[in-house]
């Protein structure tokens, strides 16, 4: 699966196991019943989807008036730590009003998602290439086919 198809595969997929999870999270981080954190969990994901669209603009256009070029490890842990840096500023005051919870109560539950997010993410991202298959960038050229530089 390749394209368009993969993509909206993979965010379907990938937000629909995170939000049933995130559900569980909340509620059980929070003593409230399920059905009242679900609709945090889903606002949550909707937030975090359109965060990565404006930040991975933003950044996008910061990178390219940068004179060095490439993504170095140091340009990718900018990368990453302004990105939940700016989920995070964005969803615990959502938290802590949802759950009615401190905001020091709202940031342990949102630091807890962001460590359950990288385990997610990476075990997410192998079971997903194992069952749909790697994405053409990621496949090696076939023998005999010349490589453009």
């Known amino acids: 699966m390749q394209g368009v198809k993969r993509k909206?595969?993979?965010?379907?997929?990938?937000?629909?196991?995170?939000?049933v999870v995130a559900s569980f999270g909340f509620a059980a981080m929070s003593g409230q019943a399920v059905s009242h954190a679900a609709p945090l969990s889903i606002a949550a994901s909707v937030i975090a989807v359109c965060w990565n669209l404006v930040f991975n603009g933003l950044f996008e256009m910061w990178e390219s008036r940068q004179a060095v070029k490439g993504?170095?490890?140091?340009r990718r842990v900018a990368h990453a730590i302004g990105f939940e840096g700016g989920l995070v500023v964005?969803?615990?005051?959502?938290?802590?009003?949802w759950l009615d919870v401190s905001l020091v109560a709202a940031?342990?539950?949102d630091l807890g998602l962001v460590v359950f997010f990288l385990v997610y993410t990476f075990v997410f991202n192998w079971a997903f290439d194992r069952v749909f298959g790697l994405p053409a960038s990621a496949m090696s050229a076939p023998q005999g086919a010349s490589q453009a530089a």
């Open 8 to 19: 909206v595969v993979y965010v379907g997929l990938y937000e629909a196991i995170a939000i």
């Open 71 to 74: 993504r170095s490890v140091a």
């Open 90 to 97: 964005i969803l615990v005051p959502l938290v802590a009003w």
């Open 107 to 109: 940031l342990m539950m």
